[in-house]
């Protein structure tokens, strides 16, 4: 497997702001994505993080709200943008590597007031 | 694009009994299906996965079944244990691209 670390591990955040959630792996990566898990749900994919290029959305997501970087093959970012009460959730990144299994970051818990 | 229906949504046995998960899946093209335990406010953690190739894996007390003509798939606990008690996630992928998830199942095994 992976050692994927994401930062912060929790954050409590009045409406209106955003927050960046970084997500760092040990091993370069090809396949990086974003999910949210909201409260007592499955997992949501938002977006392919694309290494040097766009992320690719899922139906329901945009970039204006959550923008997504992914300079090099071992870290990428999402920002939860304008954050509206909804937007409480858990945020875990996830990666393939070589095996083609998928493992997941210990998950960012957002609290927006 | 894919969709995985999973069942039951909860699932309470006795300790030492098994337990059964299913899911459907709609995409034909899916060719590999992990399965997921998640404890609360942890990750999901990846119990066992099965390719379109194969139509049973085992390990230990887990097992998975797919039947590719059905499109359906199945995770088996067998001699559950309290520690068994999880929240369990069914997904569905072309091997190495981005997972669709089931809706989950809670199991509760009861000592």
């Known amino acids: 497997s992976a050692v994927i670390s994401q930062k912060p591990s929790r954050d409590i955040c009045q409406r209106g702001t955003s927050l960046t959630i970084q997500c760092q792996v040990d091993s370069q990566v090809t396949m990086m994505f974003w999910y949210r898990q909201q409260p007592g749900q499955s997992l949501t994919l938002i977006a392919t993080a694309n290494q040097g290029s766009e992320a690719t959305y899922e139906s329901g997501f945009v970039i204006d709200k959550f923008p997504i970087s992914r300079p090099n093959l071992t870290f990428s970012t999402l920002t939860v943008s304008n954050m509206s009460p909804e937007d409480s959730s858990i945020y875990l990144c996830?990666?393939?590597?070589?095996?083609?299994?998928?493992?997941f970051g210990p998950g960012t818990r957002l609290t927006v007031l | 694009g894919e969709n995985v229906e999973q069942h039951p949504s909860t699932l309470s046995v006795q300790e030492g009994d098994s337990a059964v998960i299913k899911c459907t899946y709609s995409?034909?093209?899916?060719?590999?299906f992990p399965w997921y335990k998640q404890e609360l406010g942890k990750r999901p953690q990846l119990i066992i996965d099965?390719?379109?190739?194969?139509g049973e894996k085992k390990d230990q007390r887990i097992a998975v079944t797919l039947n590719k003509t059905a499109k359906h798939f199945s995770l088996h606990i067998t001699e559950t244990q309290p520690e068994d008690s999880a929240v369990y996630f069914c997904a569905a992928s072309q091997y190495g691209n981005k997972l669709v998830f089931g809706a989950g199942t809670i199991l509760r095994v009861k000592s």
């Open positions: 995409d034909s093209a899916s060719n590999y």
């Open positions: 099965i390719r379109s190739n194969v």
């Open positions: 996830s990666v393939v590597i070589g095996t083609g299994r998928t493992f």
